[in-house]
């Protein structure tokens, strides 16, 4: 079953002389429960792919479509709510809130929803990630591998369709970033999520079930 | 080693600066707001004197230093010649008028050079000074006087008294052509009527063949200061080999200083509750500028602490950055102290009218003195100095590794936070605490405004109107001269009393129920205990021993001023007798007298009086003239005032036992004090049988019938003292009330106007706060919104915050001003007796809302403008 899939995706920057085709025409698909790794050079169009498939920013053309949504026919509001409900980020740098500490991080996107955090749930993330100990501490009390695992955890909480992270062990030792990328591994698997992970580092894209390579806006590896 | 590196600091400062536009406008605002405060502080303090003193000046007529009087052409040389002397303004005088019309104010036929001519206000608007023949400059009002027309080239025909230095009028008429004329003021004591020099030559020679002596010319000077004025002068006669004392000899030149300015330095230093006030308002000034300064720099040092970090890796010292810091400080004093110079100076000048309008200085002369704004710009100058010192050594001190992960928070040790939840209303909570010195600041800088607020009013609705006006007057109305008012009756030039006429036809229109009149007589003193004079004496300790040594004695007791008043049976009513009885007043062959009894503003009586019983003689002088008490010769204009003493042929003594001690109400006296006298009544029978001199009415006093008649006689007495000329004024209920309230609102304009100035200090610094959150976290704001905040959840976590500042702000306000308000409460009532401390905490609760909304609205208005970049394009604003 499709979870994630694109159509003649476009973002062309500028006008005229200086207009840069950012994304040219992208058609991609991810079925449920896939790890997906996007390849890419810097300035290969890959950060804007992934901002198009978060509905971080729109798209000159072309369409995005998520869990069976056409996420781009969503007024801005309506966009982050399905957001923060189907989608879930992990960024390179993290992008904790510094003033919560770890528990409150993660189960921020549930209750900006309102919702109650189902505890069973969460607890079993925070268990897989190994942030039992941890919970009570702010994120600056805490390692780069750590709170990238806090990210993971929050990117999780929301049992959402489809998780995005962009490069998230590109601020991490090589060590770490193994152990970051096997835990993104298994717990896509346990809790049957769809993982779609940009990154320029090939050694890492090998980690994924498939690799798409994103050359000067266009897809030009296997799809 | 001394490295030139200067001007590479001074560069990057500069730089860092351009890039801070935000936090330079609020900086700016900030310092100019201060620098505002103090200039308009600074305008009004140095206005106040110098309208005190250009009033004194034009009671005196002129604003010369001094006078060297009565110089002869070769004394007049070497005086302008003199190091010491500045300037010279000369004038002879060729004669006078002082009958009908100007026998109150009289004029003054005189010739003057150019600077003696401005040194005494005759310059003339139209036209120009008189300069040869028959050519005559005056005032207008001397114009009028004379029925002439204010027109240049009309014909004046003047008949004055030529002085000729011998006991009998002579009296010389000449026809003149006006050659200009100005506007008179009413303060001065003459009407100086110019003409030619060769004129006064003229008329001299005339005079000198006639037997008449030489016209004396006086010479003006300005010294290089008006500090010490006498001293300086004297030191003139010293090296010039004259002297000032014994006025026969040759060598005498006699010197005058003009009372301008010692009357003007007197008003202006002895007075602690105008210092302590110029003091208090200099500390809440210097602090409000401290608190949003300082923060906004700190807030700024902390944003840009990686780059402070950055310079310190490639070797920059930690004094080339506090260098730094402060260059970006004196930058921006550059711009925004002479913008609050400016700015001050003109709110100053709007405030000065207001500040002098309850005071009894009717001239308003805004000073341009450079003090104020050199003063303002050094007060600004430290205030700013103070602010950012901290910020420095913060950036200096800052490590710079530290320096490259800082992101502004709390530096609690702990690292942990219990966990209370995500929602919006915690989350905003938890940003309070991310700079606390911060929330402090803006907390601080804004509940000082409340407070201050708060203050003003309590000071202000303190004031209890009923008191200081039944303390002011006495009665519904009371009518006089205008010198009674003025203090001056009986005084120099106060000869004046309330015509009978005058009383006759205020009673045919109103209807009172009670009424009379008070009488003195001219000449009067008493011979009373020397304890007693000394205790009653306000002189130095050197003038009463000179005093003493040369007064009149009858026995052990010494002579002394006395005020005595002749009060009608009517207003006995009026008095509070103290001790003993005043009936035996009633019999005008008593020789019974009673003695007033000074109290102070509370009521308290204070001060040695005689005793009741005791007997002291009083002498009535008819026809009294001054004498010289060290020579007693006929005083004249050199004798010094301390050694005049009244003399007459003719003096009628009488013998008083004292009957009672009594309180006068302090608006029913002569509502002046003469050193070493008392004040005494009689009753007026008693006055005028004992005395045997014909009494003068000091004033006219009735109490309306009811309130209809009172508001007929306001309308009255309005109606018939308006005109200046006709001498009279009066004092009502109703014109106290309007002077208090004009009093009250005074402190209300210009407290409120510092209230304001502050207010807007903290609400920038409010602003401040706001908009530098928000900027600083407009990546966190993009990531939370990535993760699925909604702008709606943004904005209400963004007022929540707003909310908190305003909640924690009107917290402190109230809490403050609840501690604070009792204290200067209790500091107010021991500086004005007619403040009585009501607590009153309304104030704050009134600007709680105010607060409230501005806590809702200003976050919004800020995100409103900030919210434009995609989440995308804020989510890459990582690290410049």
């Given at each position: 079953m499709t979870i994630l899939s694109t159509k003649n995706l476009k973002k062309i920057y500028g006008k005229g002389e200086s207009e840069v085709r950012a994304l040219n025409g992208v058609d991609i698909s991810v079925e449920r429960g896939e790890f997906v790794s996007i390849v890419g050079t810097s300035g290969s169009g890959k950060s804007t792919l992934l901002h198009m498939l978060g509905g971080l920013d729109r798209p000159t053309s072309g369409n995005v479509v998520v869990d069976g949504k056409n996420i781009f026919s969503l007024k801005d509001e309506a966009l982050t709510i399905f957001r923060r409900r189907k989608i879930g980020f992990i960024f390179q740098n993290y992008n904790l809130v510094p003033v919560l500490n770890v528990y409150e991080n993660i189960v921020l996107p549930v209750q900006l929803d309102g919702k109650a955090p189902d505890k069973a749930y969460i607890g079993k993330i925070i268990d897989t990630l190994g942030l039992s100990q941890k919970l009570r501490n702010l994120p600056n009390n805490l390692s780069g591998g750590q709170q990238q695992r806090v990210a993971i955890a929050r990117a999780l909480a929301a049992k959402p369709a489809?998780?995005?992270?962009?490069?998230?062990?590109?601020?991490?030792?090589?060590?770490?970033?193994?152990?970051?990328?096997?835990?993104?591994?298994?717990?896509?698997?346990r809790f049957s999520q769809t993982i779609v992970m940009i990154t320029h580092n090939e050694e890492i894209a090998q980690l994924a079930d498939r690799i798409i390579r994103i050359e000067d806006g266009k897809i030009v590896g296997p799809v | 080693m001394k490295v030139k590196n200067r001007g590479c600091i001074r560069r990057l400062g500069f730089r860092q600066l351009k890039a801070a536009k935000v936090r330079n406008f609020i900086a700016i605002a900030a310092i100019m707001l201060t620098t505002l405060l103090f200039t308009s502080l600074f305008t009004i303090a140095l206005s106040i004197k110098s309208s005190y003193e250009e009033y004194s000046f034009r009671q005196a007529g002129g604003y010369g230093h001094g006078t060297f009087k009565e110089v002869n052409e070769e004394q007049w040389k070497a005086i302008a010649g003199h190091p010491k002397i500045k300037e010279t303004g000369a004038r002879t005088v060729a004669g006078y008028i002082n009958k009908e019309p100007f026998e109150k104010v009289p004029a003054e036929v005189s010739?003057?050079?150019?600077?003696?001519?401005?040194?005494?206000?005759?310059?003339?608007?139209?036209?120009?000074?008189?300069?040869?023949?028959?050519?005559?400059?005056?005032?207008?009002?001397?114009?009028?006087?004379?029925?002439?027309?204010?027109?240049?080239?009309?014909?004046?025909?003047?008949?004055?008294?030529?002085f000729n230095g011998q006991g009998k009028e002579v009296t010389r008429t000449d026809t003149f052509v006006l050659t200009g004329f100005w506007e008179y003021d009413n303060l001065l004591p003459v009407h100086y009527i110019n003409v030619a020099r060769d004129y006064v030559e003229m008329v001299e020679k005339e005079s000198l063949a006639q037997g008449g002596t030489k016209f004396r010319t006086d010479l003006n000077v300005m010294l290089s200061s008006s500090i010490g004025i006498e001293k300086v002068m004297q030191s003139v006669e010293k090296d010039l080999g004259y002297q000032w004392e014994d006025t026969g000899a040759d060598n005498c030149v006699r010197i005058g200083v003009n009372w301008g300015y010692v009357a003007s330095e007197a008003g202006s230093n002895a007075d602690p509750v105008m210092f302590l006030a110029i003091a208090a308002f200099i500390c809440v000034v210097v602090f409000t500028g401290y608190l949003i300064i300082y923060n906004v720099f700190r807030i700024s040092v902390t944003n840009d602490i990686r780059f402070y970090g950055m310079l310190k890796t490639i070797g920059t010292t930690p004094r080339q950055l506090r260098r730094m810091i402060r260059y970006q400080a004196f930058a921006l004093s550059a711009v925004g102290i002479p913008l609050g110079i400016v700015l001050g100076y003109g709110v100053g000048a709007v405030l000065l009218p207001v500040a002098l309008g309850t005071s009894d200085v009717s001239v308003s002369k805004l000073s341009i003195s450079p003090v104020i704004f050199a003063g303002a710009a050094v007060f600004s100058l430290v205030t700013v100095c103070l602010s950012v010192s901290r910020p420095g050594k913060m950036a200096a001190k800052v490590s710079p590794v530290e320096?490259?992960?800082?992101?502004?928070?709390?530096?609690?040790?702990?690292?942990?936070?219990?966990?209370?939840?995500?929602?919006?209303?915690?989350?905003?909570?938890?940003?309070?605490?991310?700079?606390?010195?911060?929330?402090?600041?803006?907390?601080?800088?804004?509940?000082?405004?409340?407070?201050?607020?708060?203050?003003?009013?309590?000071f202000v609705s303190g004031f209890d109107m009923e008191k200081y006006v039944s303390y002011q007057i006495d009665a519904d109305f009371i009518v006089s001269t205008t010198e009674y008012f003025q203090s001056k009756f009986l005084l120099g030039g106060g000869e004046v009393e309330l015509p009978r006429e005058t009383v006759e036809e205020i009673q045919k229109n109103t209807s009172c129920s009670l009424e009379g009149c008070s009488y003195s007589v001219s000449g009067c003193v008493a011979y009373i205990r020397e304890e007693l004079y000394k205790e009653r004496s306000f002189m130095p300790e050197k003038?009463?021993?000179?005093?003493?040594?040369?007064?009149?004695?009858?026995?052990?007791?010494?002579?002394?001023?006395?005020?005595?008043?002749?009060?009608?049976?009517?207003?006995?009513?009026?008095?509070?007798?103290?001790?003993?009885?005043?009936?035996?007043?009633?019999?005008?062959?008593?020789?019974?007298?009673?003695?007033?009894?000074?109290?102070?503003?509370?009521?308290?009586?204070?001060?040695?009086?005689?005793?009741?019983?005791?007997?002291?003689?009083?002498?009535?002088?008819?026809?009294?003239?001054?004498?010289?008490?060290?020579?007693?010769?006929?005083a004249n204009e050199s004798t010094p005032m301390e050694y005049l003493k009244t003399y007459s042929d003719q003096v009628n003594e009488v013998d008083y036992t004292v009957c009672a001690?009594?309180?006068?109400?302090?608006?029913?006296?002569?509502?002046?004090?003469?050193?070493?006298?008392?004040?005494?009544?009689?009753?007026?029978?008693?006055?005028?049988?004992?005395?045997?001199?014909?009494?003068?009415?000091?004033?006219?006093?009735?109490d309306a019938k009811d309130d209809m008649a009172e508001k007929e006689a306001e309308e009255f007495l309005a109606e018939y003292t308006k005109d200046d000329a006709s001498g009279l004024m009066y004092e009502s209920k109703k014109i106290i009330r309007e002077d208090f309230k004009s009093f009250q609102n005074m402190f209300l304009l210009i407290g409120g106007v510092l209230c304001f100035i502050v207010a807007l200090v903290g609400i920038l610094n409010f602003f401040n706060a706001i908009l530098t959150g928000i900027i600083t976290r407009r990546r966190e704001f993009a990531m939370l919104q990535s993760i699925g905040m909604t702008g709606r959840q943004l904005k209400s976590m963004l007022v929540w915050e707003g909310l908190f500042y305003a909640i924690a702000s009107g917290v402190v306000s109230l809490v403050l001003s609840i501690v604070l308000e009792p204290l200067a409460g209790n500091m107010f009532e021991g500086m004005f007796w007619f403040f009585t401390f009501r607590f009153n905490i309304i104030p704050v609760f009134f600007m709680i809302p105010v607060f409230l909304l501005l806590g809702i609205f200003l976050p919004l208005a800020v995100y409103r403008f900030f919210k434009g970049k995609s989440i995308v394009e804020r989510l890459r604003e990582y690290d410049g």
């Open positions: 489809i998780i995005l992270a962009d490069e998230p062990t590109g601020n991490l030792d090589s060590k770490t970033s193994q152990d970051v990328l096997g835990l993104m591994k298994i717990t896509s698997q | 010739w003057m050079d150019e600077n003696c001519t401005k040194w005494s206000y005759a310059t003339p608007t139209t036209g120009r000074m008189p300069e040869k023949g028959n050519e005559i400059a005056m005032d207008t009002k001397a114009l009028e006087a004379l029925s002439i027309k204010p027109k240049l080239g009309e014909e004046v025909i003047l008949t004055y008294v030529v320096a490259l992960r800082y992101t502004e928070q709390s530096k609690s040790k702990r690292g942990v936070r219990a966990t209370r939840g995500a929602d919006v209303f915690s989350m905003a909570l938890a940003n309070m605490g991310r700079s606390k010195s911060k929330t402090a600041l803006v907390i601080m800088s804004l509940s000082l405004a409340v407070v201050l607020f708060a203050i003003l009013v309590t003038y009463i021993n000179e005093y003493l040594e040369f007064a009149e004695r009858k026995g052990e007791l010494i002579e002394s001023e006395l005020l005595i008043s002749g009060l009608d049976e009517s207003l006995f009513s009026k008095l509070t007798v103290l001790e003993g009885d005043i009936e035996p007043l009633k019999d005008k062959d008593s020789h019974k007298i009673a003695i007033c009894v000074d109290v102070d503003d509370y009521g308290n009586p204070y001060g040695e009086y005689p005793d009741i019983g005791e007997s002291f003689p009083v002498s009535y002088l008819k026809d009294q003239y001054y004498v010289d008490s060290r020579t007693g010769e006929p001690k009594v309180i006068l109400p302090s608006s029913m006296g002569f509502r002046y004090g003469l050193s070493g006298g008392y004040d005494a009544l009689l009753s007026t029978q008693q006055l005028e049988n004992d005395s045997g001199m014909d009494l003068m009415r000091m004033y006219y006093l009735f």
